[in-house]
């Protein structure tokens, strides 16, 4: 059982930047791959990165590319979102998730976070 917590949200300037942190409980966290997705009013959740449990392996959605980075620090049983250059579009409720493999789609995921809101005015 893995139980997650994000931080870090917020109200940010159009240009911005900001660094979500999703912090996990258990004994476990270095051996899952973790996820960041988010989902905006009247949208579907969408997937932004991922991270595989050895961080050898990352991946990042296209609209998001060269602005977001995600990393993770085992030791802290922490993965980190960082989000450069923001845009209006980027606001939404972001979650972190835990799963087997690193993966784009959500129902590839076990564990998921309460979400954390992200807007950027613009």
């Known amino acids: 059982q893995v139980q997650l917590v994000e931080s870090g949200g917020g109200l940010v300037q159009a240009g911005g930047s900001l660094r979500l942190s999703c912090a996990a409980s258990?004994?476990?966290?270095?051996?899952?791959?973790m996820g960041w997705f988010r989902q905006a009013p009247g949208k579907e959740r969408e997937f932004v990165a991922a991270?595989?449990?050895?961080?050898?392996?990352?991946d990042v959605a296209d609209s998001v590319k060269g602005r977001f980075t995600i990393s993770r620090d085992n030791a802290k049983n922490t993965v980190y979102l960082h989000m450069n250059t923001l845009k209006p579009e980027d606001t939404a409720v972001y979650y972190c998730?835990?799963?087997?493999?690193?993966?784009?789609?959500?129902?590839?995921?076990?564990?998921w976070g309460q979400g954390t809101q992200v807007t950027v005015s613009s």
């Open positions: 998730a835990a799963g087997p493999i690193r993966a784009s789609t959500w129902n590839r995921y076990y564990y």
């Open positions: 258990g004994r476990t966290f270095g051996s899952y791959a």
């Open positions: 991270i595989s449990w050895s961080s050898s392996s990352t």
